[in-house]
């Protein structure tokens, strides 16, 4: 907020080892575009929250980017978690000049190196980026994952309030019969959006039929 963005650049590594002195678990990488180009070509950090915490978020890692604004731009991706009273748990971040398979490749597997909560067990949730798409059954094979069913609703190419009610509803249904009578009432209504929505895997949005949707759920 105040200061030079340059001066503020230039302080990172010093910042990021005073936050060290304080969390010794604290994890960072800052990498410059040279030995002699030291200006930075990207950098990432982790939060070193106790292994005891990590134990008591729930198994869902949610992973998104935004774009960084000023003047001097890039892209922020993100991994967060949701602790037991839904509440979003930060865990990791990388700044880096734009967002490719590479930088996320990067990304995940330091995040996955650094997670002491990563197991079999775990679903990762993020919406239909190729990148993240192409990156995440390579990153995390045995993981299961699912694609945000928020951003599936927001492309659905509709302005009826009753296609998007039906959507939610097709989402949260418990049973087949309640599955299919929502999947009907949108075909009803708009023929083209339930198109877009079987495009997509319902094992990969339906509560009905993801793994571990109990944990999902409360995403939407």
């Given at each position: 907020m105040r200061g030079y963005f340059e001066k503020a650049y230039q302080l990172l590594t010093s910042y990021f080892a005073e936050v060290r002195l304080v969390d010794p678990e604290f994890v960072f990488?800052?990498?410059?575009?040279?030995?002699?180009?030291?200006?930075?070509?990207?950098?990432?950090?982790?939060?070193?929250?106790?292994?005891?915490?990590?134990?008591?978020?729930?198994?869902?890692?949610?992973?998104?980017?935004?774009?960084?604004?000023g003047r001097y731009r890039g892209t922020l991706l993100i991994t967060i978690a949701i602790d037991p009273s839904n509440h979003i748990f930060p865990l990791a971040f990388l700044v880096i000049e734009s967002e490719t398979i590479k930088s996320w490749t990067y990304f995940l597997k330091m995040f996955g190196?650094?997670?002491?909560?990563?197991?079999?067990?775990?679903?990762?949730?993020?919406?239909?980026?190729?990148?993240?798409?192409?990156?995440?059954?390579?990153?995390?094979?045995?993981?299961?994952?699912?694609?945000?069913?928020?951003?599936i609703s927001n492309n659905i190419k509709t302005t009826l309030e009753s296609m998007s009610i039906a959507f939610r509803m097709a989402i949260e249904a418990l049973t087949s019969i309640d599955f299919d009578k929502y999947m009907n009432s949108i075909q009803n209504t708009d023929p083209m959006g339930v198109q877009y929505v079987?495009?997509?895997?319902?094992?990969?949005?339906?509560?009905?039929?993801?793994?571990?949707?109990?944990?999902?759920?409360?995403?939407?």
């Open positions: 990488d800052i990498q410059t575009m040279s030995c002699k180009d030291t200006r930075f070509a990207r950098y990432f950090w982790f939060f070193g929250a106790p292994k005891k915490t990590y134990k008591l978020l729930r198994p869902i890692v949610v992973i998104d980017r935004t774009f960084i604004k190196f650094n997670f002491y909560g990563f197991d079999t067990r775990i679903i990762v949730i993020f919406n239909r980026n190729f990148r993240i798409v192409n990156v995440v059954p390579k990153v995390f094979p045995f993981t299961a994952y699912t694609f945000c069913a928020f951003h079987l495009g997509i895997p319902k094992e990969t949005w339906s509560n009905l039929y993801i793994l571990m949707s109990k944990y999902v759920n409360i995403l939407y």
